[in-house]
């Protein structure tokens, strides 16, 4: 199936301790995203990333620090996590500006973080 | 940047009635898309529609982009309707990023 996936779908985790979530397209898009989507259902973008380029970073904390290794990948890795970051993660993906329908989205599943 | 809103924020239905969501943006976009957010919390794309008129069975997008709205048709609502409904925009800047309105929270009852 053509998608993107997200891995993994729930984490449940302690204060201060470090995570990962990751990110997979076979869409062979350009340009992928994560979003957070807070308890009141906002939905905001964090980083954007263009053939593993960071193109867009809404001032996040210095403790999430997005890595792509290639473009089908984008990974987010958060230190010392708070209880405040407890939201849905979205991992998104694009064709980017220059495609025939400029920066359509096309979202994974979500990563549900729970900080304890 | 651009600001988006979106009306009504909650709509309660019996099954089988229409409803007209609408999302308003403050300038000229490059990029206008519909998702639905299921109660299982997936996001799917209903429309790519920066401007002009779309139609997916039971659902039907408009985009006048001059008078900077999108309105949302469901006809015949059904149970599996029920979520939120959100408006995404991006603006034409290359250092514009893509912004979701707040949503509408539909629910449709047996």
């Known amino acids: 199936d053509t998608a993107v996936s997200q891995t993994p779908k729930y984490l449940v985790t302690q204060m201060g301790n470090d995570k990962s979530i990751k990110c997979e397209q076979n869409l062979g898009h350009d340009t992928m995203y994560w979003y957070k989507q807070d308890s009141k259902k906002f939905l905001k973008i964090m980083f954007s990333y263009n053939n593993k380029e960071l193109i867009i970073n809404e001032t996040v904390p210095n403790r999430f620090s997005p890595k792509s290794p290639d473009k089908a990948h984008l990974n987010l890795h958060i230190n010392s996590l708070e209880l405040g970051d407890s939201a849905v993660y979205f991992c998104?993906?694009?064709?980017?500006?220059?495609?025939?329908?400029?920066?359509?989205?096309?979202f994974g599943p979500g990563t549900r973080l729970t900080v304890l | 940047g651009i600001q988006v809103e979106q009306s009504p924020p909650d709509l309660i239905l019996q099954e089988g009635a229409n409803s007209t969501l609408r999302c308003n943006f403050s300038?000229?976009?490059?990029?206008l898309q519909w998702f639905h957010q299921n109660p299982w919390g997936q996001l799917i794309n209903l429309f790519y529609i920066p401007s002009g008129t779309k139609q997916n069975g039971r659902l039907s997008a408009t985009t006048v982009a001059t008078e900077r709205y999108s309105l949302l048709y469901i006809s015949s609502s059904q149970t599996t309707d029920s979520g939120v409904y959100f408006c995404a925009v991006e603006g034409y800047s290359s250092a514009s990023k893509i912004i979701f309105g707040s949503g509408t929270r539909l629910s449709i009852r047996p």
């Open positions: 300038d000229s976009v490059n990029n």
């Open positions: 998104a993906s694009s064709q980017g500006r220059e495609g025939a329908r400029p920066n359509e989205q096309f």
